[in-house]
């Protein structure tokens, strides 16, 4: 049966529906001409918009429902999503079975290289630290800068988890931010939710701006004028999260305790955001910024403490009191995060990806690939399995220097790996399940059929175009994924309504950031890195709330940017056409002071004393 690009053109009926879905059944039973003809996705296959949507948004309600109401294990959820989703690809989309199953099984592919393998090697260089004994000193290292518990969530869960997301992204903040607040005294699911909360802002120039980068190659947008729109938005959600975070912790009284420290964490990165987006490159803004909250904060923190030291509730004043130690042994304590630091900030670097790329091996998948037309454009599947190139890579040979520094013994280094697999085998299957959801929804047509019907709001569409973004990145659990997904349907549908596109594209990645703390493969990061496997469901009533808070907040933005600051808005501006790429300079500063710093860490690592482990590896 040939299909159109939008399906068949009658409307069915529900007195029709069933027929339907059994000739669908019917011809899928004749598997010839699947290997030899591609099959072009379908969009709104019941040629009534409002119908599809609805059949095509059940395997997302179902994960809804499955992780907060419900609250089943994440894996049981995000295979059974998956399972609702193959169902829905076959009998509603006519996608060929054999088509959908490789489209899942590619996705689960990617859920495992590169993000799988990032949660893996970040959550085994923690294991290593505090196998050694040195979190203790990293522990006492926070709290001589300031042990009131609010202030130590803004330090790394809000910038140094910045830092984190702006140089590797990809569920890195998440895993090492999450796991540094647990082994603090923070509850794990105190630590794993500020954290999601907190990795909000940074998302939009994540991977050294992927996602800006990704929505001007789809749009043919210049990406400086998207990644300057996205600058005049997320700085504001930014400096308004400083202050959210604490309020989620401590309430509106506690919160105002500590307005001076918020006021300099989170301006400071707002402003440096802000500048670096709109007149330097999208590749920084986020590196900058948490740098610069973290040099401001540690600065502003020597002269001014809160007036009273907050703790849990639960939690004795004698818990925090602080040991001085010598700064060899600061410095050899601190030393995986700084390798860790260095590595994954150089290795976003150009010259560096392009070096280690020479290790990749591409491998189509043949059954598939040149086999689904998406969008007018046949697919090529191919699985890039970029051994060298891979963050989670960097993070391992940081593990690995950690080791050389810590004096981890290769058999006990060995010892925690396999522990550390073992404790993330259902997190690994939640991330792989929903990535292979994620595939089969985006390449069947259930994922644009979605987006379509909200480009049916007329002059609502600037606040939907945000929660199209924060669809997307739910589902795909990445902003540069959704920016790939909608970005050129938000560019179509403002020009087609007298809308600037610049404003409509840069939301799509400023609304998908708020998305980011409850997609799936996010909370399975959160849930491995501080013991919460299976409790995923947990974490997503913790922060679906804030998720659509916040996504409100930028759908209102994009509103007032629309009709009431239009000035707000840069011109649409064709690639090609402004300012010329000012990076390269500063990558190649950032790469060799990296090397620099690494190779200082090695050479004085032999000054400092050897202390006692903290347990051994049963």
């Known amino acids: 049966m040939a299909v159109g690009a939008h399906g068949p053109c009658q409307r069915m009926t529900a007195l029709t529906l069933s027929g339907w879905i059994k000739r669908r059944v019917r011809g899928h039973l004749n598997l010839e001409g699947w290997f030899r003809m591609p099959w072009t996705q379908v969009i709104d296959p019941f040629g009534n918009l409002l119908l599809s949507a609805l059949v095509d948004g059940l395997p997302v309600a179902f994960l809804f429902v499955a992780l907060a109401i419900f609250r089943m294990r994440g894996h049981v959820a995000g295979l059974l999503t998956l399972g609702l989703a193959l169902l829905v690809a076959i009998l509603v989309h006519g996608m060929p079975a054999e088509y959908a199953l490789w489209s899942g099984f590619y996705g689960a592919l990617f859920g495992l290289w590169p993000i799988g393998w990032i949660i893996l090697t970040a959550v085994f260089l923690y294991n290593l630290v505090i196998k050694s004994g040195r979190f203790e000193v990293i522990k006492d290292s926070i709290a001589g800068v300031t042990g009131d518990r609010r202030l130590q969530a803004l330090l790394i869960a809000f910038a140094f988890g910045a830092f984190l997301e702006g140089a590797a992204g990809f569920g890195t903040p998440v895993a090492i931010a999450a796991a540094m607040l647990v082994g603090l005294g923070f509850k794990p699911l105190y630590a794993a939710g500020l954290c999601l909360i907190a990795n909000t802002a940074p998302v939009a120039f994540g991977a050294i701006g992927i996602p800006i980068i990704t929505a001007g190659a789809v749009t043919g947008l210049e990406v400086m004028s998207i990644s300057q729109m996205v600058g005049r938005q997320v700085p504001f959600l930014a400096f308004f999260l400083s202050f959210w975070l604490i309020f989620v912790m401590a309430g509106w009284r506690k919160t105002l305790e500590v307005w001076p420290a918020i006021l300099v964490g989170g301006g400071s990165f707002a402003l440096t955001q802000w500048f670096t987006a709109n007149y330097v490159s999208p590749m920084l803004p986020d590196i900058a910024a948490s740098l610069m909250a973290i040099a401001a904060l540690t600065v502003f923190l020597r002269v001014w403490q809160p007036p009273s030291l907050w703790l849990f509730p639960e939690e004795p004043p004698a818990s925090m009191r602080v040991r001085r130690h010598d700064p ?100 690994l299957l939640t991330v792989a399940s929903v990535l292979g959801f994620a595939f089969v929804a985006n390449w069947s047509g259930m994922t644009p059929t979605l987006g379509r019907a909200f480009t049916v709001t007329g002059v609502l569409f600037p606040f939907m175009s945000a929660f199209l973004g924060w669809l997307g990145v739910f589902i795909t659990g990445s902003d540069t994924s959704s920016n790939a997904l909608f970005a050129k349907m938000q560019q179509i549908t403002a020009e087609n309504t007298g809308l600037n596109p610049v404003l409509t594209v840069a939301t799509n990645s400023s609304g998908g950031v708020t998305g980011k703390m409850i997609s799936p493969q996010n909370l399975a990061v959160g849930a491995a890195a501080t013991g919460l496997v299976g409790r995923e469901g947990d974490l997503f009533r913790f922060a679906v709330g804030h998720s659509l808070f916040f996504a409100a907040v930028v759908g209102g933005m994009a509103m007032l940017q629309a009709y009431l600051l239009p000035g707000m808005v840069p011109p649409p501006v064709p690639a090609g056409v402004m300012v010329p790429d000012t990076t390269r300079g500063g990558a190649d500063i950032l790469f060799w002071s990296g090397m620099v710093i690494l190779v200082l860490l090695l050479l004085i690592y032999r000054l400092t004393p050897v202390p006692r482990p903290a347990g051994e590896v049963s």
């Open 328 to 427: 060899g042994t600061l410095l050899t304590a601190w030393a995986p995060f700084l390798i860790l630091t260095v590595l994954i900030a150089d290795w976003g670097l150009g010259p560096v990806k392009a070096l280690l790329g020479v290790a990749s091996v591409r491998i189509p998948l043949t059954p598939i690939d040149g086999m689904i037309v998406a969008g007018g454009q046949t697919l090529r599947v191919v699985f890039n399995w970029n051994l060298l190139e891979a963050t989670g890579t960097a993070i391992l040979l940081a593990a690995v220097l950690a080791a050389f520094v810590l004096r981890i013994e290769p058999k006990r280094f060995l010892a925690v790996f396999r522990e550390t697999l073992w404790s993330l085998r259902f997190a």
